[in-house]
């Protein structure tokens, strides 16, 4: 969604601010602006598209120069994606950027138009800035007067970096839900949605809490609460390196992302297991408190759901514990039954998804316990749950989640494990067994990574087909919903995930020769049905593409192509069968020539329900 980047200091704000947004790029935006002092008076560009189509505006008309500025991309709420619509939005004296949305908008429109006001856009943040000026003027100028007096009147959650024309050595930011960070440098300070946009230029940085103001100049940051009193803010120091945020040589985001699985486990999991068993005690979870739970909901969107489903698997296989599965935007409107004895854990990547924070909150309203299994240090699902296991994958850049999907499922393994030693359900050498297989998984997903030439095959037969299925019993169906969604979000085609014996209640009526269909058959208790249904999609003229493993060869009746797997415990298969699902999606993209790392119509991080 929008992101939002703020500098003053001594370099030149305009490519601080360009290079900032392009670092931002990844949550998905479809138009771009900056606003920046030059010789004290500020100057706006901003442009729908790409920043490229922003940088060529700039090149054309004249890039501002100056040492301080605002700048920011726009995913569009209210009004189409235009120039006009872009930010940063003005009000008189006031110029700012927004990331969020303003719930009340339409009363504080009227109420500005009964003033006299004029807008020049569809955007409710052009009411915010407009609300800003009012005030400003109704203060005798004062900027934080102003901003506290309007922060009263908004409804919603918003981040903002505002410029005021009579400081032009100045940027106020400030939050309520949507997250901002101030980043400290040497005479130099900086505003983010997120810690990649300035990572090359400071390490250092605090984090904005709701209600707070943060006025930054070239010498030094204050941080004031909603009283204008002064708060103490902790330094903390970001331990993502530069690299992180960056391509190393490979063509997308998404590809270094996928090759990045195998240390993104180890590093997950290894500080969780001490003696070849979980220990989730850092976390705040011990072997007492997972007996007191009787049921466990796991809610999440998106892949981050079906990492989730995965774990519903595991846990109820081995901890013997009821397990629902829930999508955040549908367990938080549809009274779940949800008691104190229960757990709920929210699975977030980002740890900002607007739907997944509001479900943690309503299951802390009705009394259960909360797990928040995140990837974002320090966002607020992670602020706000009662326990917390931190997945350590680094900065994932491109929309489509790959490694933060498959270090979500090792901590749900890891859970899982520690869960069911807890309940008496497995005992202790067998927690050991299934700790160790789990520790071996880095070297078998490398394993695959380096015979990938199947799945490049697989994606030239993929690119003419308009739709496809994805197929699969037990754990393989829980995947086949992410080979799915991986598939939709990068390369435009349809397909659908199905539990491959629920094939004949109705969908098989699709199959033809032109739905290609991947089946995925890892789990050998379940293989020989699942190789019956193959045998019915494949005898009504589907093209079959098998995710199997390596031993076993299927007859000419079975499969087109065959992608296998290491022998493995089949508890553990998810782990190594999504990485052909995540590259068929991808090299599919890549032959089809779509924006791998920046799908059409999607943002990185869903802060609007
Ligand atoms: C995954 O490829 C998607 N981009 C999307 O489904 C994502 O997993 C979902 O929006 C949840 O995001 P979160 O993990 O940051 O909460």
Known sequence: MCGIVGYVGWRDATDVLIDGLSKLEYRGYDSSGIAVFENEVIKVAKSKGRLTDLQNKMNQEGKPIGHAGIGHTRWATHGEPSDRNSHPHGGGNVTLVHNGIIENYKRLKEFLLSKGRVFESDTDTEVVAQLLDYYYQENHGNPMDA??????????????????????????????????IVGIGENESFIASDMTAILQYTK?????????????????????????????????????????????????????????????????ITP??????????????????????HKIHIVACGTAMHAGTVGKYVIEKLARIPVNVDIASEFRYREPLVSQNDLVIIISQSGETADSLAALRLAKKLGAKTLAIVNAKGSSIAREADMLIY????????????????????????????????????????CRRLT??????????????????????????????????YIGRGLDYALSMEGSLKLKE????????????????????????????????????????????????????????????????????????????PDYDDLLMPMLAVVPLQLIA???????GTDVDKPRNLAKSVTVE
């Open 204 to 268: 250092n940085y605090y984090l904005l809490e709701h209600d707070e103001i943060a006025v930054l100049s070239k010498k030094q940051v204050k941080v004031y609460d909603l009283h204008y009193q002064k708060i103490q803010k902790e330094l903390k120091i970001a331990d993502w390196d530069v690299s992180a945020a960056e391509k190393c040589g490979y063509e997308h985001y998404m590809l270094k992302e996928i090759h990045e699985q195998p240390t993104a486990v180890k590093t997950t």
């Open 490 to 565: 990068i390369s435009y085609i349809h397909s659908e995930s199905y539990a491959a014996g629920e094939l004949k209640h109705g969908t098989i009526s699709l199959i033809t020769e032109n739905m290609p269909v991947i089946a995925i058959a890892t789990q050998q208790k379940l293989f020989d049905k699942t190789i019956s249904n193959i045998k019915e999609v494949k005898a009504r003229g589907a093209k079959v593409i098998l995710v199997c493993r390596e031993d076993y060869t299927p007859e000419q009746d079975i499969a087109d192509y065959k992608f296998g797997l």
């Open 147 to 180: 901003i506290i007096r309007t922060m009263q009147e908004l409804e919603g959650s918003y981040a903002l970096g505002i410029v005021f024309a009579d400081f032009p050595d100045k940027v106020y930011a400030l939050r309520k839900e949507s997250p901002l």
């Open 586 to 592: 991808y090299y599919t993209a890549v032959h089809k």
């Open 391 to 430: 997945t350590h994958a680094g900065p994932e850049i491109a929309v489509a989640s790959t490694k933060a999907y498959m270090v979500q499922i090792a901590v749900m393994y890891l859970f899982a494990f520690e869960l069911a030693l807890a309940n008496h359900a497995i005992d202790e050498q067998e």
């Open 436 to 469: 160790a297989l789990l520790q071996e998984t880095p070297e078998k997903i490398a394993e695959i990574l380096e015979h990938k030439e199947m799945t490049q095959l697989i994606a030239s037969e993929l690119i003419t087909a308009d739709s496809l299925l």
């Open 272 to 293: 969780r297991i001490t003696d070849g068993l979980p220990n989730l005690e850092e976390c705040g979870i011990t072997p007492e408190k997972l007996m007191e739970f």
